[in-house]
């Protein structure tokens, strides 16, 4: 590989540029789903990941961009275990009243 090859992968512990979620991340989502309603109180419109970033360390960490509908979003950060713990996604932390317009940034 030249020096100015681009690997796809980013290094290792190393953040994903934002993309469009895949149907497997939004089944992750909404994994953490009751946790955000509970943590949060709130009850979005609805719950649907228009951006993600990805982290992997001994699992994969997240980064949601949410629409929760009415024009606001909630970012996410989740952390999701090696499938051999059989633990569930865990809902990190998150912030409320996000726009449309801003970065997925990690927080």
């Known amino acids: 590989m030249s020096d100015n090859a681009k690997s796809e992968y980013p290094l290792k512990g190393g953040w994903t540029e934002p993309d ?5 991340d939004q089944a992750i989502l909404h994994k953490v789903k009751k946790q955000y309603l509970e943590k949060s109180g709130t009850n979005p419109e609805q719950f649907l990941a228009v951006l993600v970033r990805t982290q992997l360390v001994a699992g994969t960490n997240y980064l949601f961009k949410v ?10 950060s989740v952390f999701n275990p090696l499938p051999y713990t059989h633990k569930e996604p865990d809902l990190v932390s998150f ?4 726009t449309k317009d801003d970065e997925l940034e990690i927080f």
Not at 67 to 76: A, E, F, N, T
């Open 67 to 76: 629409d929760v509908g009415g024009d606001l979003y909630s970012h996410l």
């Open 20 to 24: 469009s979620p895949s149907l497997q």
């Open 95 to 98: 912030q409320l009243n996000k």
